[in-house]
């Protein structure tokens, strides 16, 4: 056991005294998260360019409605040149041009057109969504200042503050969609989920086997130094030597997947589900890892040979396994190829405790089988390595 | 066989259909330093890694200390301190990083883990710089820390594998003076080498090795007197040879003569005062001697000797 941890502890003291390494483990992924979050999952505030240069109350009103929506600030702009470059820069999502005489135009009855611009992203095109909301919103109240002045002979200048304030009070008509089979339906599948919780789940699994793979390089390099040899001829066994160089890579994956977890609850409020529950995945899907580079570093005899298609296998078995689109969105054949992967198996852990409640008990079927695959995986490994060292 | 440190019998490695070891039988005895002379390719690597058990033999018993070793057997490891060829270590840890983690797999307790390394430190000289990583040092550095993990846990056979390849000179004989203490201190050696003179200065007996097969075995006395202590002249002519064979056996110093082309080689006792005598015969019959080569006789005379090629063939 001593000479197990001695391998584990040299192991781990060598992948992280890489710089690199430490970018990728405790860095990289943070910022994944975050961009997924904010792209997909609508949680980061956006920021509307506005050129209003009319002072009239309408014009005002509009700008302060955009501005009173959660998540959208307001930036004013000095000209509509300066606005576009703006969007064009990326310094804000999308903008909005009122006519300086807005509020004159509409009291005259005309019909006022105000400009938005964006770039051609979700993200633009949904602001611009929002923007249209808030624009409608003012429009109907006109309409209604407009109505009372045709109908009951009351000035539009008279009508238009009562229609203002009368307007909060109204009842609103709410519109309820459901789907017929609702309770299987993506959208209650999905319901309830934070903004970065989806994609922090399917952040995690990716990056602790792509470290993991990674870590094969180690493996590699002690065969290429002569240093796994080396140790053989001391009194250590393979199996020994297995084990010790499986507990390094054990160890980098289980503090990256606690630290991606603790980070995320942290700085995102990410729900993991039962803590007990999730501290297991972790613990199960860092022994995969952990035997998946082993096995790599057995069969591959160069480095970058194994960086190169650690990768492809990484994000390959990522895509398969439901890390970058939710496996529930896969056709049923797919689901099914799915369930090959241990990935697919680590994400349903994480659903069935964050989606449906789930506890510990509900994912030990998932345990079971990222354990099974964490075995075949390491059974594989020790026999090539053996192999390669003593033949 | 009582008093041996180290047995192999009958060795034997292929691989695919090459024949590396054929059959390979030495012992060492307690304290003895032997060395296995041969060139590059001849089966020295392929015999010490299935000595030390790093290897699978196709054939073969390998017995240190009185155990048996194999790939799957640790426990006679414990009496071995093995050198590899390459350099074998980390070369991102420093060279008591690296020490200690060897220190750690031959089971050394902790308690006289740190001491050991510190003394084996002083003896490679890199005390100083200990703290650095290694792959900051010099090749010969690097070559004495290679060494000094072997020497860490004071194993009762060290086997070193060509440990001054590609090694400067000044590095080579630091390396050589090491091998030359440690066994008057009493550590039994197996030492592989191509270099004739290292097996000469360091090893007791010395085990001839060429094609996978141990040609001759002894002391270097016992091994020179199979060339009967006689030199070996090497007789560069043109191509006509045969003319000169006859009255060359006929000189009552010359016991053979070999024909080869554009080249005649003789064992001659006493070349330096039969050489002038010879050339005047090889004239004589019509052979024109453009060089001639005199090989004292050594290891090198007795490979020559055994295999009819040179050591760095």
């Known amino acids: ?116 611009v964006a770039r051609p992203d979700q993200t633009g095109i949904l602001l611009g969504e929002t923007v249209n909301g808030v624009v409608q919103r003012q429009a109907n109240l006109v309409r209604a200042a407009r109505f009372a002045a045709a109908r009951a002979g009351v000035p539009y200048e008279d009508a238009l503050p009562v229609a203002m304030v009368v307007a909060p009070g109204t009842e609103r008509v709410t519109v309820t969609t459901t789907e017929a089979g609702a309770e299987d339906s993506l959208t209650a ?112 005899s160069n480095d970058s040979q194994a960086g190169g298609l650690g990768v492809l296998i990484g994000l390959g078995l990522a895509a ?34 964050v989606r449906r409640d789930g506890g510990l008990v509900d994912i030990l079927p998932n345990l079971g089988v990222l354990l099974a695959f964490a075995a075949v995986l390491m059974l594989l490994g020790t026999w090539r390595l053996r192999r390669v060292l003593t033949r | 066989m009582a008093g041996n440190i180290l047995e192999a019998r009958g060795l034997r490695k292929t691989f695919g259909d090459l024949v590396a070891v054929d059959g390979v039988d030495f012992h060492i005895a307690e304290g003895e330093t032997y060395g296995l002379l041969g060139p590059n390719g001849a089966g020295k690597t392929t ?50 990083e690296n020490l200690d983690f060897f220190g750690r797999l031959y089971g050394m307790p902790s308690s006289t883990r740190k001491q050991r390394v510190d003394e084996v430190l002083e003896i490679i000289g890199l005390a100083d710089r200990a703290g650095d990583r290694s792959e900051e040092y010099s090749g010969g550095m690097k070559r004495r820390l290679n060494i000094g993990i072997g020497l860490l846990h004071g194993p009762r056979l060290l086997m070193l594998d060509e440990p001054t390849v590609g090694v400067d000179p000044q590095s080579r004989n630091a390396i050589l003076e090491s091998v030359e203490r440690l066994s008057r201190e009493g550590m039994a050696v197996l030492y592989t080498t191509h270099y004739m003179e290292e097996a000469e200065r360091l090893c007791d007996r010395v085990g001839i090795i060429d094609q996978g097969q141990i040609k001759a075995e002894g002391t270097r006395g016992e091994l020179v007197a199979m060339v009967g202590g006689r030199d070996r002249v090497h007789l560069a002519t043109t191509d006509r040879t045969e003319p000169a064979v006859g009255p060359l056996q006929q000189h009552p110093s010359v016991d ?34 453009t060089s001639v080569d005199v090989v004292e006789p050594n290891l090198e005379a007795v490979f020559l000797h055994l295999t009819g090629k040179a050591l760095r063939d």
Not at chain 1, 37 to 62: I, W
Not at chain 1, 322 to 344: K, L
């Open chain 1, 1 to 116: 056991m001593t000479k197990v941890l001695a391998i584990g502890v040299v192991n781990t003291k060598r992948f992280l005294r890489e710089k690199a390494n430490l970018f990728f483990v405790f860095v990289f992924p943070i910022l994944i998260v975050l961009m997924i979050g904010a792209f997909f999952g609508g949680g980061l505030s956006s920021t509307v360019g506005v050129y209003a240069p009319g002072d009239g109350e309408l014009s005002k009103a509009l700008v302060q409605g955009i501005d009173d929506l959660e998540e959208v600030k307001v930036r004013e702009y000095g000209s509509e040149a300066a606005l576009i470059d703006g969007v064009q820069r990326g310094g804000v999502q999308g903008g909005l041009v009122v006519p300086a005489d807005y509020d004159e135009r509409l009291a005259a009855g005309e019909t006022v057109e105000v400009g938005y």
């Open chain 1, 189 to 300: 599948e999905f319901e309830g989920l934070g903004a970065f919780d989806l994609g922090a789940h399917q952040e995690l699994i990716l990056f602790m086997f792509l470290t993991s793979l990674a870590g094969s390089a180690a493996l590699i390099q002690t065969r290429q130094l002569g240093v796994a040899r080396r140790m053989l001829s001391t009194p250590t066994g393979t199996g020994t030597i297995l084990a010790g160089e499986t507990l390094g890579r054990f160890n980098v994956a289980l503090v990256q997947g606690l630290y991606i977890v603790g980070g995320t609850v942290l700085l995102f409020r990410v729900d993991w589900g039962d803590p007990l529950g999730a501290l297991a995945v972790v613990v199960a899907f860092s022994l995969v890892g952990a035997a998946a580079g082993i096995l790599m570093g057995a069969v591959f």
């Open chain 2, 256 to 289: 053979e003569v070999t024909a080869a082309d554009g080249s005649l080689e003789l064992l001659v006792r006493g070349a330096a005062e039969a050489l002038p005598r010879l050339l005047e015969t090889a004239a004589s019959a019509g052979v024109s001697v």
């Open chain 1, 320 to 353: 398969l396994g439901g890390c970058m689109v939710p496996i529930e969105i896969f056709p049923a054949g797919m689901q099914a190829v799915a369930r090959a992967t241990p990935h697919a198996w680590a994400v349903d852990a994480f659903s069935e405790m």
């Open chain 2, 47 to 96: 015999t010490i890694s299935m000595v030390m058990g790093l290897l699978e033999r196709d054939g073969g018993d390998v017995v240190v200390d009185g155990k048996p070793i194999s790939t799957s057997s640790t426990s006679a490891k414990a009496a071995i301190g093995y050198v590899p060829q390459d350099i074998a270590i980390y070369p991102d840890l420093t060279a008591r």
